[in-house]
């Protein structure tokens, strides 16, 4: 096997790809201070620019949601040249105004429509109608212009967009479905693909408060969102009022993606526990899988090497159960509490020795959208530089393996981006405690994407500028998703009041 190389991008957000128009978020199909400043509205006449122009609204979704349509440049060096269409989405305050409080997704790749649509009447309520709420799918996400690569089906599925490797860690078939998907991206995915990248949405961003006619922005912003309102206060301090970071990863700029995904491994460690006790508890009864945790633990891991050497028939065409694809339902399950009985269920039914064909859930049956797996890969891609030896990468996930064997090497595996035929046009931002004291985060202790570990270097890194409330929950998302009240009362304290706990918190 070959080392990949690289070619030098030509330039930033360039050439020619079609402009979808926006669909209405019900058809979308989408796979996460001492005092603080309050957002002050002014007409928009008194911030919008030209190419900025004020935003004309209609009801979509639910029956206060409103939709439009945000014009921005394709490529920011070029204002006046071509441009791409943004999906946007608000439901206004009720009452008494504040201000405007920005929800931003994760992903990359989520749909900020669809989670104001799912999150907007719990916060609503949390905050008392203070704010207009408003959201944006990102280039390349639900309504707004998207790319594709022309991948095939079995390269879209979850367990092939992440790099499982094969049976006993061999890692040569991922190679192949790298460079191909890489090789994919470089013929089909034109300029569009190409301004897939955080610097844009952080630019999306200020375009869409211009669009707003806001003075400053307050933002909720959850797992990979949260790299990007902490980019937005890094590059625009004075435009942002309350911002929360809802489980954020390590923002090292020599790594960004390249360390969130590898910090994964680390996350199923913190958090396996959680559902270990959940299947070895009395009182799941005949849905037991072990009389211990660690009976689960070594259950899950034997089916695993099972899998790999013996991949189990199921019921989708084409799609053997392999040890991977456990592994990544686990992934999956580990997100949430209420995916544990689904993942136990897929473990008993993969153990049986006289069952029939394995019914497989929908995250690992039905591939993803080839728009949808193009902003995935495209944007952890486009921001920073990948390694590319086949050798290291064989090493690495070697030693992963033996160290984190919940995660099988996945997540330091080699991928598409090692294959990129174009370099980031620009460095990632280097988040630092420059700026106005005005951040507040939020973290479980055992978050299997975003680990703790990783979230304590983004406190470090903020410095004078955040505090950081520590959640004693599992799961993927703090705010308003684990019933945490203690968390919880703390975020919608800071929201509607301006009032941050004055040192770090933990919440039992």
């Known amino acids: 096997m070959t080392t990949p190389r690289k070619a030098r991008r030509p330039g930033?957000?360039?050439g020619s790809a079609p402009h979808p128009a926006l669909?209405?978020?019900?058809?979308l199909l989408v796979p996460a201070l001492a005092l603080a400043l309050a957002l002050t509205a002014l007409p928009t006449a008194a911030h919008a620019s030209p190419s900025s122009p004020a935003l004309t609204w209609y009801p979509c979704g639910s029956a206060r949601q409103e939709c439009a349509t945000l014009t921005v440049p394709l490529d920011y060096?070029?204002?006046h040249g071509r441009t791409v269409h943004l999906a946007v989405s608000r439901i206004r305050a009720e009452g008494a105004r504040r201000g405007t409080l920005a929800v931003v997704p994760g992903g990359p790749g989520s749909s900020g429509v669809r989670r104001l649509a799912d999150k907007g009447a719990a916060l609503m309520a949390a905050t008392g109608g203070r704010y207009d709420l408003v959201s944006f799918d990102p280039r390349g996400v639900g309504g707004?212009?998207?790319?594709?690569?022309g991948l095939p089906e079995e390269d879209r599925r979850l367990a092939t967009v992440r790099s499982w490797p094969g049976a006993g860690g061999g890692i040569a078939e991922n190679v192949a479905r790298s460079r191909r998907t890489?090789?994919?991206?470089?013929k089909n995915g034109g300029a569009v693909l190409a301004s897939f990248t955080t610097a844009n949405e952080v630019r999306d961003l200020d375009r869409l408060r211009a669009a707003l006619g806001s003075a400053r922005l307050s933002v909720w912003a959850t797992s990979y969102g949260t790299y990007v309102a902490a980019g937005y206060a890094q590059k625009h301090p004075g435009r942002t009022a309350r911002v929360v970071l809802d489980?954020?990863?390590?923002?090292?700029?020599a790594r960004v993606e390249r360390g969130w995904l590898a910090n994964m491994a680390r996350g199923a460690e913190d958090r396996f526990p959680d559902f270990a006790a959940w299947a070895a508890d009395p009182a799941r009864g005949a849905e037991r899988l072990a009389e211990r945790p660690a009976r689960v633990r070594t259950r899950v891991l034997g089916?695993?090497?099972e899998l790999d050497a013996h991949p189990r028939a199921t019921?989708?065409?084409?799609?053997?159960?392999?040890?991977?694809?456990?592994l990544q339902a686990l992934q999956t399950a580990l997100y949430d509490d209420a995916a544990f009985p689904e993942f136990a269920g897929l473990v008993r039914a993969a153990d049986a020795t006289t069952a029939g064909p394995v019914v497989l859930p929908p995250s690992l049956a039905q591939p993803m959208s080839r728009q949808d797996a193009a902003v995935t890969i495209s944007v952890i891609c486009n921001d920073v530089d990948w390694p590319g030896s086949v050798a290291d990468h064989a090493r690495g996930v070697a030693e992963d393996r033996a160290r984190y064997p919940l995660t099988g090497g996945m997540p330091v595996n080699i991928t598409p981006c090692s294959y990129w035929k174009n370099e980031p046009a620009e460095p990632p931002a280097r988040i630092t405690d420059e700026g106005p004291s005005n951040i507040l985060m939020v973290q479980n202790l055992r978050d299997p994407a975003t680990p703790y570990a990783g979230a304590l270097r983004m406190r470090a890194a903020l410095g004078r500028k955040a505090r950081l409330v520590s959640v004693d929950s599992g799961g993927h998302g703090s705010y308003l998703g684990t019933g945490n009240a203690c968390g919880d009362a703390a975020v919608t304290a800071f929201l509607v009041d301006g009032v941050r706990p004055d040192r770090d918190i933990e919440c039992p």
């Open 247 to 253: 489980s954020s990863g390590d923002p090292d700029p």
């Open 144 to 149: 707004s212009t998207t790319a594709a690569y």
């Open 23 to 27: 669909r209405s978020p019900e058809g």
């Open 182 to 186: 890489a090789e994919a991206c470089g």
């Open 303 to 305: 089916l695993a090497r």
């Open 77 to 79: 060096s070029r204002p």
């Open 315 to 326: 019921t989708t065409p084409g799609l053997a159960l392999t040890g991977g694809m456990l």
């Open 12 to 14: 930033r957000s360039r």
